[in-house]
């Protein structure tokens, strides 16, 4: 087992992060470094896409340069809000489909990555923005927004900033998303160290040879794990991390009082107009009031909070507040050697793990450059398509608890996704944390009763119960009058939020990964991408509805061309444990019930991926909700939230 | 839009359908004397069920399927009396949460890892239940438990009692045979493979010295 990395680390991590250089994967300086690492060393520049060369042409080559590995550079960040309306306006890349920062500590600067993309398909365009790294724990220098044109980049900037520290100037409010406000530090920066922190990567010494179990509060004593801001005084700390957001809604409205003093500390809100003002008046005189939906359930739909503010019961402003299941995924995803990673991905959005396992092992294999046998590919679709049915099966149950009817629907539906999920279980030994795709396969073929099992529910249950749903829903008139007209986005609107998945289909965009830019095997099947035209929560029900038969369609036919694989060959290549993938950066994507779930990680040649950012769909469907809810009821507020279909432990990470 | 009400006849039509199923069907097993025979938990799992799909755990308990899993176990063979774990540790490198502590056993006289844990530690409240040690396990040595009921009482100390040392962890392979029937197997299958093909490379080792004596034998003799 020679090839432990050497940890030179030591384990207390008592002091704040320094600069001290914790290196990421800390080995002695072997082959070539980290994915941008090390001038010196001949870093494979990316070959330019013809779209890519025509922006080279018009912005010129000391502009816009080959990026290592893939995309291209912009040099002057300043241009970036000019690059991007060309991109839109003149190259047709109409929505900014992921947006990141990658810190690469050794070469002393922050990358911010871009990737555009077309609603008619094809690969997203990359672009990267460097920023020097700043001293300690100090904002780096600001990168221009680009909201005002993609509005889909607005919460993907204020998680940059939340989690590196780097502002974007020119963002209409920019505040922590994920973190509370006054969180001190910058988690993703290389050099932040989380509160039990043992290692920079795993597998940790202490658990083989050395062994003796400790629990993780006696490994690292408490109060030497936390770090403080200097000058910190807990006697004297009064926090009010909700300053910002309701100076933020009080905006230009008379009559609400929202007293604070800009800062975290002594700040008073009241949120509730002054009564008084009613007195004095002399006529009736209606005031906003800014409520609070959640994080308790707002609509049964996980820990999150709506602000929104009314007038009587009209909607006139909405924020999110989210992060209550904030566990700092990507860390950890960082601190996980490359095979760790498929368990915990399956926590993301937890009703579709299998569809998350794939995005993931879909951009590894990439980098690795290999490929799964037939007969895993065949398993993978029969396993995702299930997914996506159990997946719109409880969204469809979900939405009508919303609309108020309570569980009946919901568990109808349930009954028939715990099928699927027993299908599941027996396979691959869990219900919802399948743990099923591997590097190059998956982990477990299918037996003969498993086969006969799913066969049943694909050609007989299924079917029926879809048909038996849309008897139940579909032409009733309470559903209808509920829904119909209700949370309207238009088409360009929508590609212009990012939105993806079946809300953008029902808009009238038919852009569904699985064929804008195919992976697996999904162009041996025939099935269609199920278009609508109302972009009200009605098509997003009935769109959900017609993609279940889809997948149906594809599962079936699934089913009968796996009869020609050859049984057990489900793994290509020797099983193994200890990957190392290729120096590199890639992006990857599947199409998830959510919309689309995409990867982007970087590796330098080691056990674990340098950088693990995951673009999740529920997420940045979110961005669009205020436009979609405002001038809406408070009671469709909810229902509209129930339309978009999200999963908190996907939208937290 | 005109608000007839048959949409919503339609649809109490489905609810009336399920309500009238959850007694129809319970009444079809009560009459069908073979089909009764059928363990109810098992039948209302059924993909072919029509009505009720709840048991009532935990008087009744869903069968789990033979790939279920829960924390693991170490597999203790009774055919030799010894442990199978070799103490490799590969299980240890392998498990995402790294809930895994394996001390070595250390041989008193030459210093030399001895093939057998001194200690074995695995603390299920952290354990994702992932299933990667057992599938990585070069020996067969630990797998998947199908005991899922671990709670304690918060005085009983439950983040102490659910660090499971190596006495509470081994178990022995019959019981793993009882609830792993088909992997059983395919280890018995494998197993039997491997000694047929040491015995077959040892018959061609003997008949290989045997066909040639003397000459080509002398170094490794000459040089003992």
Same mark, same amino acid.
């Given at each position: 087992?020679?090839?432990?990395?050497?940890?030179?680390?030591?384990?207390?991590?008592?002091?704040?992060?320094?600069?001290?250089?914790?290196?990421?994967?800390?080995?002695?300086?072997?082959?070539?470094?980290?994915?941008?690492?090390?001038?010196?060393?001949?870093?494979?520049?990316?070959?330019?896409?013809?779209?890519?060369?025509?922006?080279?042409?018009?912005?010129?080559?000391?502009?816009?340069?080959?990026?290592?590995?893939?995309?291209?550079?912009?040099?002057?960040?300043?241009?970036?809000?000019?690059?991007?309306?060309?991109?839109?306006?003149?190259?047709?890349?109409?929505?900014?489909?992921?947006?990141?920062?990658?810190?690469?500590?050794?070469?002393?600067?922050?990358?911010?990555?871009?990737?555009?993309?077309?609603?008619?398909?094809?690969?997203?365009?990359?672009?990267?923005?460097?920023?020097?790294?700043?001293?300690?724990?100090?904002?780096?220098?600001?990168?221009?927004?680009?909201?005002?044109?993609?509005?889909?980049?607005?919460?993907?900037?204020?998680?940059?900033?939340?989690?590196?520290?780097?502002?974007?100037?020119?963002?209409?409010?920019?505040?922590?998303?994920?973190?509370?406000?006054?969180?001190?530090?910058w988690p993703l920066r290389k050099d932040w160290r989380e509160a039990y922190y043992e290692g920079d990567t795993k597998?940790?010494?202490?658990?083989?040879?050395?062994?003796?179990?400790?629990?993780?509060?006696?490994?690292?004593?408490?109060?030497?794990?936390?770090?403080?801001?200097?000058?910190?005084?807990?006697?004297?700390?009064?926090?009010?991390?909700?300053?910002?957001?309701?100076?933020?809604?009080?905006?230009?409205?008379?009559?609400?009082?929202?007293?604070?003093?800009?800062?975290?500390?002594?700040?008073?809100?009241?949120?509730?107009?002054?009564?008084?003002?009613?007195?004095?008046?002399?006529?009736?005189?209606?005031?906003?009031?800014?409520?609070?939906?959640?994080?308790?359930?707002?609509?049964?739909?996980?820990?999150?909070?709506?602000?929104?503010?009314?007038?009587?019961?009209?909607?006139?402003?909405?924020?999110?507040?989210?992060?209550?299941?904030?566990?700092?995924?990507?860390?950890?995803?960082?601190?996980?050697?490359?095979?760790?990673?498929?368990?915990?991905?399956?926590?993301?959005?937890?009703?579709?793990?299998?569809?998350?396992?794939?995005?993931?092992?879909?951009?590894?294999?990439?980098?690795?450059?290999?490929?799964?046998?037939?007969?895993?590919?065949?398993?993978?679709?029969?396993?995702?398509?299930?997914?996506?049915?159990?997946?719109?099966?409880w969204a469809i149950g979900f939405l009508l608890n919303d609309l108020g009817a309570f569980y009946t629907p919901a568990?109808?539906?349930?009954?028939?996704?715990?099928?699927?999920?027993?299908?599941?279980?027996?396979?691959?030994?869990?219900?919802?944390?399948?743990?099923?795709?591997?590097?190059?396969?998956?982990?477990?073929?299918?037996?003969?009763?498993?086969?006969?099992?799913?066969?049943?529910?694909?050609?007989?249950?299924?079917?029926?119960?879809?048909?038996?749903?849309?008897?139940?829903?579909?032409?009733?008139?309470?559903?209808?009058?509920?829904?119909?007209?209700?949370?309207?986005?238009?088409?360009?609107?929508?590609?212009?939020?990012?939105?993806?998945?079946?809300?953008?289909?029902?808009?009238?965009?038919?852009?569904?990964?699985?064929?804008?830019?195919?992976?697996?095997?999904?162009?041996?099947?025939?099935?269609?991408?199920?278009?609508?035209?109302?972009?009200?929560?009605?098509?997003?029900?009935?769109?959900?509805?017609?993609?279940?038969?889809?997948?149906?369609?594809?599962?079936?036919?699934?089913?009968?061309?796996?009869?020609?694989?050859?049984?057990?060959?489900?793994?290509?290549?020797?099983?193994?444990?200890?990957?190392?993938?290729?120096?590199?950066?890639?992006?990857?994507?599947?199409?998830?019930?959510?919309?689309?779930?995409?990867?982007?990680?970087?590796?330098?040649?080691?056990?674990?991926?340098?950088?693990?950012?995951?673009?999740?769909?529920?997420?940045?469907?979110?961005?669009?909700?205020?436009?979609?809810?405002?001038?809406?009821?408070?009671?469709?507020?909810?229902?509209?939230?129930?339309?978009?279909?999200?999963?908190?432990?996907?939208?937290?990470? | 839009?005109?608000?007839?009400?048959?949409?919503?006849?339609?649809?109490?039509?489905?609810?009336?359908?399920?309500?009238?199923?959850?007694?129809?069907?319970?009444?079809?097993?009560?009459?069908?004397?073979?089909?009764?025979?059928?363990?109810?938990?098992?039948?209302?799992?059924?993909?072919?069920?029509?009505?009720?799909?709840?048991?009532?755990?935990?008087?009744?308990?869903?069968?789990?399927?033979?790939?279920?899993?829960?924390?693991?176990?170490?597999?203790?063979?009774?055919?030799?009396?010894?442990?199978?774990?070799?103490?490799?540790?590969?299980?240890?490198?392998?498990?995402?949460?790294?809930?895994?502590?394996?001390?070595?056993?250390?041989?008193?006289?030459?210093?030399?890892?001895?093939?057998?844990?001194?200690?074995?530690?695995?603390?299920?409240?952290?354990?994702?239940?992932?299933?990667?040690?057992?599938?990585?396990?070069?020996?067969?040595?630990?797998?998947?438990?199908?005991?899922?009921?671990?709670?304690?009482?918060p005085e009983e100390q439950p983040h102490m009692r659910l660090v499971y040392d190596k006495a509470k962890l081994l178990?022995?392979?019959?019981?793993?045979?009882?609830?792993?029937?088909?992997?059983?197997?395919?280890?018995?299958?494998?197993? =039997? !493979?491997? %000694? &047929? *093909?040491? #015995? =077959? !490379?040892? %018959? &061609? *080792?003997? #008949? =290989?010295?045997?066909?040639?004596?003397?000459?080509?034998?002398?170094?490794?003799?000459?040089?003992?």
């Amino acid at each position: 087992m020679a090839e432990e990395t050497p940890r030179s680390e030591a384990q207390a991590p008592s002091a704040p992060p320094s600069a001290a250089k914790p290196a990421p994967a800390a080995k002695p300086a072997a082959a070539p470094k980290a994915a941008g690492h090390g001038a010196a060393k001949a870093v494979p520049l990316a070959t330019l896409t013809p779209e890519m060369q025509q922006l080279q042409q018009h912005f010129g080559e000391n502009v816009i340069a080959p990026a290592p590995y893939v995309g291209v550079l912009l040099q002057d960040k300043s241009r970036l809000p000019e690059v991007a309306a060309y991109l839109r306006d003149e190259l047709k890349y109409d929505s900014v489909t992921n947006l990141t920062a990658v810190d690469y500590i050794k070469d002393g600067y922050f990358e911010v990555v871009y990737h555009f993309q077309r609603s008619t398909g094809g690969e997203p365009l990359t672009l990267k923005v460097r920023v020097p790294r700043p001293q300690g724990n100090d904002l780096s220098e600001p990168v221009p927004s680009i909201t005002s044109i993609y509005a889909g980049a607005d919460f993907q900037e204020r998680e940059v900033y939340d989690m590196y520290g780097i502002p974007f100037s020119g963002h209409p409010d920019l505040r922590r998303i994920l973190l509370w406000e006054g969180f001190y530090g910058w988690p993703l920066r290389k050099d932040w160290r989380e509160a039990y922190y043992e290692g920079d990567t795993k597998p940790f010494d202490s658990r083989w040879p050395g062994g003796h179990h400790q629990l993780a509060e006696e490994r690292v004593p408490w109060a030497d794990n936390v770090n403080y801001p200097p000058g910190f005084d807990p006697l004297n700390f009064h926090a009010n991390p909700d300053a910002g957001l309701y100076d933020s809604m009080a905006e230009g409205v008379p009559g609400l009082k929202v007293a604070t003093k800009n800062g975290h500390s002594e700040s008073e809100t009241t949120v509730l107009g002054n009564g008084q003002a009613l007195a004095e008046d002399e006529e009736l005189r209606t005031d906003q009031i800014i409520v609070n939906m959640g994080p308790q359930h707002p609509s049964t739909h996980g820990v999150l909070r709506m602000v929104v503010k009314l007038d009587g019961e009209t909607v006139t402003d909405l924020k999110l507040v989210l992060g209550y299941l904030h566990r700092n995924h990507e860390k950890i995803g960082e601190r996980n050697t490359w095979l760790h990673n498929i368990p915990y991905t399956d926590r993301l959005d937890y009703i579709v793990g299998m569809a998350n396992e794939w995005g993931y092992v879909l951009t590894v294999e990439k980098m690795m450059g290999i490929k799964p046998t037939e007969r895993a590919e065949y398993l993978r679709v029969l396993m995702a398509e299930l997914t996506r049915i159990q997946s719109h099966f409880w969204a469809i149950g979900f939405l009508l608890n919303d609309l108020g009817a309570f569980y009946t629907p919901a568990l109808y539906f349930i009954t028939e996704r715990d099928l699927i999920l027993d299908f599941f279980e027996s396979v691959t030994g869990s219900r919802l944390m399948c743990n099923y795709f591997r590097f190059g396969g998956v982990s477990r073929d299918l037996t003969e009763a498993q086969l006969a099992q799913v066969k049943e529910l694909a050609f007989e249950r299924i079917p029926r119960k879809i048909d038996e749903l849309e008897e139940l829903l579909t032409d009733n008139e309470i559903v209808k009058a509920r829904t119909i007209g209700v949370g309207y986005l238009p088409a360009d609107r929508s590609i212009n939020y990012s939105l993806t998945g079946p809300c953008l289909r029902a808009a009238g965009v038919p852009y569904d990964i699985r064929r804008a830019d195919p992976y697996g095997i999904y162009d041996r099947f025939d099935f269609e991408i199920p278009v609508l035209y109302g972009a009200d929560v009605y098509d997003r029900y009935r769109i959900r509805v017609l993609e279940m038969r889809e997948s149906l369609k594809i599962v079936q036919q699934c089913l009968q061309q796996m009869e020609q694989t050859k049984w057990g060959d489900i793994q290509a290549g020797k099983k193994a444990y200890n990957h190392r993938v290729p120096a590199g950066q890639a992006y990857a994507r599947v199409e998830t019930p959510k919309g689309e779930l995409g990867f982007y990680l970087v590796s330098d040649g080691g056990q674990n991926p340098y950088r693990y950012h995951i673009r999740s769909s529920s997420f940045i469907n979110l961005t669009s909700l205020k436009e979609m809810v405002v001038g809406h009821k408070v009671a469709d507020a909810v229902v509209i939230l129930g339309s978009l279909d999200i999963v908190l432990g996907e939208v937290d990470r | 839009m005109a608000l007839l009400g048959t949409g919503i006849l339609k649809g109490l039509g489905v609810t009336l359908r399920h309500f009238i199923n959850t007694y129809a069907e319970d009444l079809k097993y009560l009459l069908n004397k073979s089909a009764a025979a059928q363990p109810r938990p098992l039948r209302r799992q059924s993909p072919k069920n029509k009505g009720l799909v709840t048991v009532e755990y935990p008087k009744e308990r869903l069968p789990l399927p033979e790939n279920f899993r829960y924390v693991p176990f170490l597999v203790f063979d009774t055919e030799k009396q010894e442990e199978k774990c070799t103490s490799c540790g590969i299980c240890a490198k392998v498990c995402p949460p790294q809930c895994i502590w394996i001390v070595r056993t250390e041989d008193p006289v030459t210093k030399r890892p001895v093939p057998q844990p001194k200690e074995f530690y695995i603390d299920t409240t952290i354990c994702m239940n992932c299933g990667y040690c057992a599938e990585f396990c070069p020996f067969d040595a630990i797998k998947m438990d199908h005991d899922y009921e671990l709670s304690y009482y918060p005085e009983e100390q439950p983040h102490m009692r659910l660090v499971y040392d190596k006495a509470k962890l081994l178990k022995p392979d019959t019981y793993h045979a009882s609830i792993h029937p088909l992997d059983w197997q395919r280890e018995l299958a494998d197993r =039997a !493979a491997e %000694e &047929a *093909k040491k #015995k =077959a !490379a040892a %018959e &061609a *080792k003997a #008949k =290989a010295e045997a066909t040639k004596p003397a000459a080509p034998a002398q170094p490794p003799t000459g040089t003992a």
